[in-house]
């Protein structure tokens, strides 16, 4: 397989041909000076910025430059994400933002409507719920709460373009300290109780952080099923019903989430099934 890069029309400047070719570009990529500071010197992280930039048929280096590492984890600018989500083929058209209220009553509504589909779906996302203490929630609230709101609406209708993504507002300081975000991911067989000595407040940050928490390690658990029955094993398991049914309780939203995973990685290894079925069948 040769390491050529080809130059297309189409979209993209660069067609990339195999692992071979994604890995000459990640070496090249990492060697840039011009690529943000956390992906020079390291080719792996450069090769996990191509493979998304190939999955959402964007530049990879127009990619590089929306990046940037937050405790850990690699995190696409707002911008990048929403420009992600119109452009991933599954809307009709384009996600629309309808602003009301004033200050803290300030929320916008988010809808598009999925290709093969005549009713738009929304969320609703509240100024006082999404804001952090980032600057930028003072200076544009608007366009924040646009961005805030495209990945609130992507996450539950469209999961399969927000898988493993992360934006770095999403790691942010809430304003509102009633609401908590946590990036520590529990083991799904810990018992996930608050506290005995918790006040009300705090008890029910607590049963936040934990249904969050609970609900990130059931999508990894889903997304990391390799074959069908193991996935439906999964999902059959009285581990995974209890705790989905413990995250509903909290937030209902994001079991709804972990549901959406669920059907956009079934129907992935359905039709990874069908392929295997289909080669096995083609005469020698």
């Not at 792996?44 to 191509?50: A, S, T």
């Amino acid at each position: 397989m040769s390491n050529e890069i080809i130059t297309s029309t189409h979209g993209n400047s660069l067609t990339i041909n195999g692992m071979g070719e994604a890995f000459e570009l990640a070496k090249a990529m990492a060697s840039a000076k011009m690529v943000p500071q956390c992906l020079q010197g390291s080719p792996g992280d450069c090769l996990m910025v191509i493979e998304q930039a190939m999955r959402w048929r964007m530049s990879p280096f127009a990619v590089a430059q929306a990046t940037s590492v937050v405790k850990g984890k690699l995190c696409f600018e707002g911008k990048l994400v929403s420009a992600a989500i119109q452009s991933s083929g599954v809307l009709d058209g384009r996600l629309n933002y309808e602003f009301t209220g004033d200050g803290k009553e300030r929320m916008v509504i988010c809808s598009g409507t999925i290709r093969g589909e005549k009713k738009p779906r929304t969320v609703e996302v509240t100024l006082e719920a999404a804001r952090t203490e980032n600057v930028w929630w003072s200076k544009t609230p608007d366009q924040m709460l646009a961005y805030h709101s495209s990945r609130v609406w992507a996450r539950r209708h469209a999961p399969e373009v927000m898988l493993g993504v992360y934006s770095p507002e999403e790691f942010d300081t809430p304003s509102n300290h009633n609401r908590q975000q946590s990036d520590d991911v529990i083991d799904v067989e810990e018992d996930p109780r608050p506290q005995k000595q918790a006040t009300p407040e705090k008890d029910k940050e607590e049963k936040e952080k934990n249904a969050k928490n609970l609900a990130d390690e059931l999508i990894n658990r889903v997304q990391a099923s390799k074959t069908l029955p193991q996935l439906e094993n999964l999902i059959g398991s009285p581990n995974y019903n209890k705790y989905l049914s413990e995250v509903r309780k909290v937030l209902p939203k994001w079991a709804s989430t972990v549901e959406d995973n669920v059907e956009v990685v079934r129907t992935r290894l359905q039709n990874t099934d069908h392929q295997n079925d289909a080669m096995q069948e083609m005469p020698e």
